[in-house]
C-alpha cells in the first residue's frame, strides 16, 4: 500500500499541526497507521489510519500558498455585525470551516472587539481573547512550518508584512 505521507513529514490533523513519528501496521486489524506527535505538545501522540477516510488529515500549505495567504490578509474581512448574543457560535463555525482566511477573520474580528473595548476603557472580553489564541495558534503554526520559522518569527513576519501591505 502506497503511503500519502512520509515520516517526518509534517501534516495537518483536524487543526493541529503534526509530524509524522512512524508509520505502523495494526496486527489486530492488518490496517496502517500515521502516528502523528503536534508540534506544540510533544508529549501528545495521535495514531490515525492511513486511508483517512474521516478526512481530518491533510498536508500542510506550501510556501506559496503561505505567502499568498498573508499577501490577501488585507482584503478578508473581519465580521461584520455581530450580535454578541450569537458571537461564540460565529467564532465556533468559523473555527470548524477549516480554512485559513476563516482563521484570519476570527484573529480580525477579536482583535478589533477587543482593541474597541480598550479604547472604552472597558475590560478585554475572554470569549475575544480566547478563540483569537486558538486562530493564531492554527494559523502560525501551519505558516510557520510551511516558511520554516519559529511560531514567534512567523507572527511578527506575518504581522510586519501586513502593516507594509496596508501602507
Do not use: H, W
Not at 513519528?21 to 492511513?50: A, F, M, W
Not at 480580525?108 to 475575544?128: A, F, V
Not at 502560525?140 to 504581522?159: P, Q, R, W
Amino acid at each position: 500500500m502506497d503511503k500519502l505521507y512520509l515520516e517526518n513529514e509534517y501534516v495537518v490533523y483536524k487543526r493541529n499541526v503534526c509530524k509524522v513519528k512512524e508509520i505502523k501496521n495494526n496486527k489486530i486489524n492488518g490496517n496502517d497507521y500515521y502516528t502523528l506527535i503536534p508540534i506544540d505538545d510533544e508529549s501528545l501522540t495521535i495514531n490515525v489510519p492511513v486511508d483517512n477516510k474521516m478526512g481530518y488529515l491533510r498536508g500542510v500549505m506550501t510556501k506559496d500558498d503561505a505567502t499568498n495567504l498573508i499577501n490577501d490578509i488585507p482584503n478578508i474581512e473581519p465580521v461584520k455585525d455581530i450580535n454578541d448574543k450569537y458571537i461564540e457560535r460565529t467564532y465556533k463555525d468559523l473555527l470548524s470551516s477549516g480554512t485559513k482566511e476563516d482563521l484570519v477573520k476570527i484573529i480580525k474580528t477579536t482583535y478589533l472587539r477587543n482593541d474597541d473595548r480598550l479604547k472604552s476603557n472597558k475590560k478585554i472580553s475572554e470569549k475575544d481573547s480566547n478563540y483569537f489564541s486558538q486562530a493564531e495558534k492554527y494559523l502560525y503554526n501551519e505558516i510557520s512550518v510551511a516558511l520554516g520559522m519559529s511560531f514567534d518569527e512567523t507572527k511578527n513576519y506575518v504581522i510586519k508584512k501586513v502593516e507594509e501591505l496596508i501602507k
